[in-house]
């Protein structure tokens, strides 16, 4: 494949090393994204500061350029990476971590490097998914010295990337970052699973606003405390399906069935035993 004025994608072990996506697929992946407050905010200042880049240049005020998004699974950092890109109307490249990391870890450190060429080529929004991979501690694994070169070439990397274009990278394991890596980032996003009120607005966008639905969300919000949004899409889905199926009205029950045929890891704290809805 080519993309970005046919530039051909650097490849590694024969697959491209990344996944380019355009603005309008980014778009399609975000309909029902749900960003905290402050993460929003982030997001809006970010934006804002992209499209004022001449008057920061000017104050001689560094543009941020780099964010890493820190959290547990399932609370929206992947598709944080598809909403900025879609917000600032620019592909966004995903890094095919099997791709990139190598057996030779001097092939792993090159094809970082080549990535990030890429990415300095066009405007466009480089992100690395399970950023841990690769920016563990130095000291935290066994090949420490071939790990630590790596390590240090992701450094040099992001030193270098003053581009038009976003380096974006997630993780779930932030006490495993190498403090080094972490100093690099100007923009940092925590991520937290959904309290009452992101809850309420992420279910009245699966379900609906009238009032029956009004009724169904909130009780509904109980039972899926603690949930991370990607739990309760997956309950939310099982719960249509079987409305489908049935040839009947979204109901607690179906709700309450879909949350227990689907087990979520997570337990709410105050919700009745699985056992006790079905
Ligand atoms: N904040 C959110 N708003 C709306 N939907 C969400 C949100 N977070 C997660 N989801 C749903 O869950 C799916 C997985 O989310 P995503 O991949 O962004 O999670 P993640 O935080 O990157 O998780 P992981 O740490 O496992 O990579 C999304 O495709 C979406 O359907
Ligand atoms: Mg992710």
């Known amino acids: 494949m080519t993309t970005k004025k046919n530039i051909r994608l650097p490849k590694s ?61 399932g609370t929206g950092k992947t598709l944080t990476a598809y909403y900025l890109a879609s917000r600032l109307e620019l592909p966004l490249i ?9 057996s030779h870890l001097g092939e792993t450190g090159s094809n970082i490097r080549k990535i990030f060429e890429f990415a300095k080529l066009a405007p466009c929004v480089l992100f690395l998914d399970e950023f841990d991979a690769i ?6 694994i066994d090949e420490v010295k071939e790990m630590a070169r ?45 309290g009452r009120a992101e809850l309420d607005v992420f279910l009245t966008k699966l379900l609906g606003v009238s ?19 990607a739990d309760i899409e997956q309950i939310i889905l099982k719960a249509k399906r079987k409305m489908i199926i049935e040839d009947s009205e979204m109901s607690y029950d179906k709700i309450a069935h879909g949350y227990a045929a689907y087990n979520p890891r997570t337990l709410p704290r105050d919700a009745a035993p699985v056992g006790a809805i079905s």
């Open 211 to 229: 009032q029956e639905k009004r009724k169904l969300i909130e009780q509904s919000k109980e039972l899926l405390q603690g949930c991370s949004f």
């Open 150 to 194: 790596v390590v240090n070439t992701l450094l040099q990397c992001l030193d270098e990337f003053h581009s038009n274009s976003t380096f974006m990278a997630a993780t779930n394991l932030e006490e495993e970052l190498d403090t080094a890596v972490w100093r690099r980032f100007d923009t940092r996003m925590t991520y937290e699973l959904p």
């Open 13 to 73: 072990k024969g697959i491209e090393t990344a996944t380019v996506y355009t603005p309008d697929e980014c778009l399609k992946k975000i309909k029902h994204i749900v960003l905290q407050e402050n993460n929003q905010q982030i997001v809006e200042e970010f934006i804002t500061i992209q499209n004022m880049k001449q008057k920061f240049e000017e104050a001689e005020v560094s543009i941020p350029n780099k964010i890493v998004m820190f959290g547990p699974p």
């Open 135 to 140: 920016a563990r501690a130095r000291d935290s």
């Open 94 to 102: 995903v890094v095919r971590l099997d791709a990139i990391i190598h």
